[in-house]
């Protein structure tokens, strides 16, 4: 079924950013998924967060791969660039587009299916290279266009629709990025929108890859009893508050018990709140052992659980040019045989 465009009405009575839009500025046609999917939840999310982030929506580029998900970009930022993708290959899509300009916001939505299953290299590769790219993965632990199929993210135990148990151990994109060497690593859940909001704004923020895993129940095929990507069994482990703080207001900021601040590249601050004894956000090993413990005791923590400024991104590590390739003239990009032999002699 085709989506249905909503008017674009303009409005004295709402608010507007820094930038001067409002937030139907960010919005997109109405869905066309099922009533009450978390994808609609985390898409109006990632709605308010771009409003809040002031970013001017002709600067994002949205892609995704195949399954629910991906259709999400098309509810959000009408006047937005957009890529749909086939089944796993968002990433890299992702990455030769940043290759080509590297001042855009690159926006990735994908499954827990099309991430974990046959986009897990991808995405492996795109953590290892720190493409400077936000990769959120509507995770709710079934292929929800196939019936219901456990997913790679299914935990044991959980109980399908039909009545199965899955028995296999499951891919958490947490704990597989935090080995591989992610520089931003966070967990939200669609039915928590105050929750949310904060972490895509963090990850907005963060210069490089920003892998923010959302659990976004599948009213249809997941949401029943037994299953542990419900939004009943989901709402019980909400352990931790992150807040983005403009550059302008970081002035105020006062310091107190359990809370860390960390700055981030662009000004402003990412403020860590409600953080348990002992937790440092920014070490691996602390984060490590935080969600190791977790795991043994059957339960899924949410927040920014890990965050790390300082390595380069992808095209700091490779020293290309800070000038978009795009935007290069021809006389650079093919400078010619001449220069090309010069090249070649220079290396003998």
């Known amino acids: 079924m085709p989506s249905i465009a909503k008017p674009v009405i ?62 999400t970009p098309t509810y ?3 006047g937005a660039h957009g890529f749909n993708s086939v089944h796993g290959r968002m990433v890299p899509i992702a990455t030769g587009a940043n290759a080509a300009n590297r001042d855009l916001l690159y926006l990735g939505i994908s499954g827990d299916g099309d991430a974990l299953s046959i986009g897990l290299g ?7 290279r720190n493409v400077h790219m936000v990769h959120l993965i509507e995770n709710n632990g079934v ?39 992610a520089t931003f690593l966070a967990r939200g859940f669609s039915g928590d929108k105050a929750h949310l909001v904060p972490i895509l704004e963090a990850a907005i923020a963060h210069r490089g890859f920003a892998l923010v895993d959302v659990i976004s129940p599948c009213v249809q095929f997941n949401n029943h009893v037994g299953s542990t990507k419900s939004y009943a069994e989901v709402r019980a482990h909400q352990l931790q508050v992150t807040d983005v703080v403009p550059p302008q207001e970081t002035a105020a900021l006062s310091a107190s ?41 059957g339960e899924v923590p949410t927040g920014l659980l890990y965050l790390d400024e300082s390595v380069p991104d992808v095209h700091e590590r490779a020293g290309s ?15 010619g045989a001449d220069a090309l032999r010069a090249l070649q002699d220079a290396r003998y």
């Open 143 to 181: 292929y929800g266009l196939t019936k219901g199929q456990f997913s790679p993210s299914a935990d044991v135990g959980s109980r399908s629709h039909r009545g199965e148990h899955n028995t296999l151990a499951p891919i958490d994109p947490i704990r597989l990025g935090l080995s591989l060497g």
């Open 122 to 128: 991808h995405l492996s590769h795109g953590i290892r």
């Open 76 to 78: 959000f930022l009408r």
């Open 10 to 71: 303009a409005s004295l009575i709402l608010e507007r950013n820094a930038i001067g839009l409002t937030i139907r500025d960010y919005e997109g046609p109405m869905s066309t998924l099922c009533a009450g999917c978390g994808h609609d939840s985390t898409t109006a999310a990632l709605v308010q967060a771009l409003w809040r982030a002031s970013v001017w929506p002709h600067r994002v580029v949205k892609l995704s791969g195949i399954g629910c998900s991906s259709k």
């Open 257 to 297: 018990d359990q809370v860390v601040d960390v700055a981030v590249p662009g000004g402003g601050i990412i403020r860590f709140r409600s953080l348990p004894s002992h937790y440092d956000p920014t070490d691996r090993r602390s984060v490590a052992a935080y969600l190791e413990d977790h795991a043994q005791r």
């Open 321 to 335: 040019t800070a000038v978009p390739l795009n935007e290069l003239p021809y006389s650079v990009l093919c400078p």
